[in-house]
Structures are given as structure tokens and as C-alpha cells.
């Protein structure tokens, strides 16, 4: 019998229609400005609420690599510069411990969106079994620490330490690594590793600094007010409060059923609701996991990005969310009895399976949520990569809750910000507590995310060399600026629904070099101007990013649906062939062993 959501039956003119009305209505000539940076007088909200600075004297020491980043990035680096005989690594990270992303977002709820088994990297080297088919943040965070113990990162890192200045010495041919500690290090090599989404931003609301209330950033959760803690125990201080919560993205959707079993009264600010698919956790079979041969967490690895990009396997061993889209497109594809595979054909396909999937999430919602305005309200009108998708299976549950009110804007965004609550629709919500699940910034300068400039060659900044976009070889190298290297998944494999995979890819292409510039004596690596010029012709020839897309509704995806323009478009760009052909092209480059582009000088 069909349903509503058959392919078959969805009117796709309609459904197209209303995707661009509602778009319409959350554009904003600011976009990406209207965002409040967390500075001034909400320095406070980025502060660490978890670990206080230890005491220590200042340092001043030669290091052979600095690693600016203790989450998943300077981990898995740091891991694969160890096990390639380079020991003298000193990450600095600002947070009292490494982690990044999982130091940071403690809310509870917080659980990786992608299986476990290919989202935690170094698995078989530090032979941790995942609980969870999606672990929770707690297990996620302690797995961070495992990688570091593991590989002995603690020796000699600076935590609770921020970079402040950051410059090449070319006399000695080293960086000069100055922090908000007093240390003062010489290191041969810098890798930067500080995450796409590490700092926090706030919503752009008229009278945001007025809120007399207590407030803060899902980012920064303050355990101390809402009672609890990370590993779920109930949120046992807010039963008799009212709270507020801006922001329905991947993170509110997690947070917002645990804040439901706890507050008095729970109010959700909703711009654009998040899509929800089915979540379906498990915990991990011992017996089972016993059963993986040795190399399994990288043919995992293999098997999910070939799967999630649109190539064929035999099997699919994740399973989820992720690759349930990817499959229905290979499918509707193959069925095609005139086997045309043209990129017309697969582009039909895949905007048909996109409109059966968000009938189905549509549907999803009328399901489980028992009031009608309510679960319209709570029904995303876009495609669904236009957002990161999201998946839960108690977050639409939540709103069938008494304590619980959906204050949906239109698409507006909250009116106001007052003293004493929030307005919307000329109504004023009195809360005695508001949090920001606001999100991330993104596409801001690296500097004001980063918190420090780089000064390279001939005194050239990376604010100036990047004033266009970012522009690199592979993502990691950038001429005029030696010895130092960028891990990321810009410029590289750009690979979205799992960012660690392009983190432990780019770890080995810079332990390689490391080691060998060590073994050549080489004391300085740099990019040519060409090579990096030709990398980017590449990247630009034939554009794959995630800033481009207009016909999205506005979000950091595709720059709030402002034209991404050429430095959008560079600070966003992927590989042209995918991140499978990135990673055996970098594989493959890795080996020659003849580092094209790459200029080794004594
Ligand atoms: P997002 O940027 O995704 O969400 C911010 C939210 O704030 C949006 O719902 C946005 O609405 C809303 N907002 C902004 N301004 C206003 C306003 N003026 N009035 C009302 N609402 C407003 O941040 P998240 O922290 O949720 O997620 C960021 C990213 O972090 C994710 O996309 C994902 O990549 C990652 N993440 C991953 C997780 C995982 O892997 N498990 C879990 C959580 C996050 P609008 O949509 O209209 O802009």
C-alpha cells in the first residue's frame, strides 16, 4: 500500500515550493554577521568551567613539534608522529585536558551522530571496544584521554594554555610559540589543529546583554545550576525552574530531552526545526566485536566514506542514517531500466530519494508528537543535507511532555531578549534560566577563531595570504609560511559526516614529512607557490564543498544562503573526486616518497 511518503505519491512541484517559501523566510541581508562573538562582555561564556589552571613557571624550550589543539586532531597527529619515532611533541591546548570538541560540549545527551566504530579513531591501536553503536560524550571524552595516554601526549603538553603569538624565525628556522602562560618555544615544526567549530557564538537578539537571569552556552554547561553531570544523572537543581533554550540544531536535539525530564518548565526557541531520523542505539556485543579480524576499523572506514559518497559496496557495515540515503540513490539508480547512469540521472535520483526521505521525517514527526500545531511546527521544509542531519529517538517524545512549549518564530528568530525572559510574537517567556544552543562560528577570520596571528616568511600574515579564501596544498601546507602545517578537512578529503577520518589522514601525511625532514636534515619543508597555486585551480575547476547551495534554507552549511563567493567557496572546498579518491591519492602521494609540491631545504 503506498503512503504519503512513497516517492511515488509526493507532488514534488509542492513540496519544492514550499521549501523555497520557507527558505525566503529565514533569509537575512546579515547573514553571517548577525552573529554575537563571545568577547567583551560575554568573554565569560567561553571560560572553562571544568578544570582550573594548575600553577606552573612559564617554559622556554626547544621542542622538534608544537601541536596547537588537543582534540581529535593533535591526538591522532600526535599519535602517528610517535609511532613514527618523533618524540619530542608538545601539544598546547587551552582546555584543562585534551578532548576539543568532547572537553568542551558536556551537556548531557552529547553522543557522536556516527557510528562509533568508524567515528572514534585509533580503536585497534589502543584496543578500546566501543559500549555504544553511537557512544556517549563521557565514554567519547575518556577515549581522548586513552589516545593520549596511549601514546604518552601528556609528556610535555601545555594544557589550560592559549596560544598568543605564533612566528617564524627564519634566522634559526624556527617558530617562536608564545602563550598566555609566559612559555616561550622554538620549535622546528607547528601543526594547527583548533577544529572548524570551536568557538562559540551567540544569536544576534535585540537586548541579549539585558537578561538578568543565568545563562550559558551548551558548550560551557554549568552542572553547578542545573545539578547533574555528563554520565546522566538527573539535572537535579532545575525542578523548580523556568528555561529557556535558543537553537534546535544537533545539539539542542540531544540536550533537550534530558532538560525535559528536569525542568519546571521548559521553553525551546525555535528558528528551523532540525531534521530527526531514527536514531536506533545499541550497545556493542563483546562476542561479536571479538569476531572483527585485524584491519577491520579501516575497511570500516573504507566501506562507510565509499558508501556515504555515493560508491558501490557489497555490504554495508554501518548501517545507519548516514548510508541509508547514500543506498536508496545507488538503488533507484541501478533499477533505472534505461541504465542511465548520466549526472542528470543521478542527480534525480538523489533529489527523489531526498524528497522520500523528508516525507518520512515529516511523517516521523505527526507519529510522535501528539499535538497537532505542534508537530506541524516541528516539520523541517528543506532537503536534508542542507542541515546536518539529525538523529534521536526521544527528542520529538519530549514535546508531548506538559513542562515542555515549543516557541516556534517563523522562521524568525526571538524578538527580543529582556531582563527578564524571552519575546516572541509580543509575548514575553519569564525564565530564570536561559541557554545558548546558538552554535559555532564559522567562516569568520582564523584569527578571531583562533585567538593568535601567524606571522610567516618576510613578516606575510596568514590573515593576508588567506584575505581571499583559504588557499594551501592538501589542505595542510601553505607557502611562506614553512614548517607549519594545518590539520583540518578544508582543502583535503572535506569528508562532513565523519571529521576525524580526515584528521587521521591528514596525521600520517604529517608525521611522514616530519620524519622525513628529520631523516634528510632538511630544516625547512615549504610548499611551492606553484604547487599551492595549481592545488587550488584544482579545487576551484570543479567545486565540491558544502558553502554552495542557495536553494538551502540559511545555516553555516551554506553561509546563511548568502552568494559563499570565492573565499567561501576556498574555505570550504573538498578533493573534486571525493573524499575516497582524496585519501588514495594522498596515500599514494605519501608513499612515492617524492613529496611533489614540497620544497626540502638544509
Ligand atoms: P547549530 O549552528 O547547528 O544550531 C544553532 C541553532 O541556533 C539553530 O537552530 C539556529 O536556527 C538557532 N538560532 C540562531 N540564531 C537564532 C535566533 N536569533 N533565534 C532563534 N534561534 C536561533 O549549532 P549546534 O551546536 O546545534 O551544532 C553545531 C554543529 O556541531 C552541528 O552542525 C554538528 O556539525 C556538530 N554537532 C555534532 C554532534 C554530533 O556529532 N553528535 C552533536 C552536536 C553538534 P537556524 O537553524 O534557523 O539557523
Redesign the pocket.
Known sequence: MATSHDAGSIDHAAVHERYRIERDK?LRRDGNE??VEVAGQFAHFVEDPYVAPVPRPPRSDDVTVVFIGGGFAGLVTGARLKQAGVDDVCIIEKGGDFGGTWYW?RYPG?????TSFVYLPLLEETGHMPTEKYAHGPEILEHCQRIAKHFDLYDGACLSTEVTELAWDAGRARWIVRTNRGDELRAQFVVMGTGP?HRPKL???AGIESFAGHSFH??RWDYDYTGGDPTGSPLDRLGDKRVGI?????????CVPRLAEACGQLFV????P?SIDVRNNTRTDPEWFETLAPGWQDEWLLNFTTLQTGGLVEKDLVMDGWTDIAKRVRDRVLADPSGDFSPASLLRAFNESDDEKMAEIRARVDELVADPDTAEALKPWYRQLC??PCFHDEYLQAYNSPNVTLVD?D?Q??ERITERGVVVGGTEHELDCLIY????EVGTDFTRRSGYEVVGRDGRTLTEHWADGMRSLHGIHVHGFPNLFVVGPSQGANLISNIPHNLTEAGATVATIVRHALDRRAAVVEVTEEAEQAWIDRLLANYRGFGGNPEC????YNN?GQPAGRRGELNTAGFPEGPVAYFTYIDAWRRSGRFEGLDFRA
Open positions: 529565514r548577525q552573529y560540549n552529547a553522543q557522536c551522530d556516527t567549530l544569536p544576534g537578539i551548551t558548550s535558543i537553537g534546535t540544531g544537533a545539539t539542542a536535539v540531544q526557541f525555535q528558528r528551523t532540525s542541515k546536518r518564530t522562521g528568530g526571538v544552543a546558538s552554535g559555532f534554507t540559511p545555516g553555516y546563511e
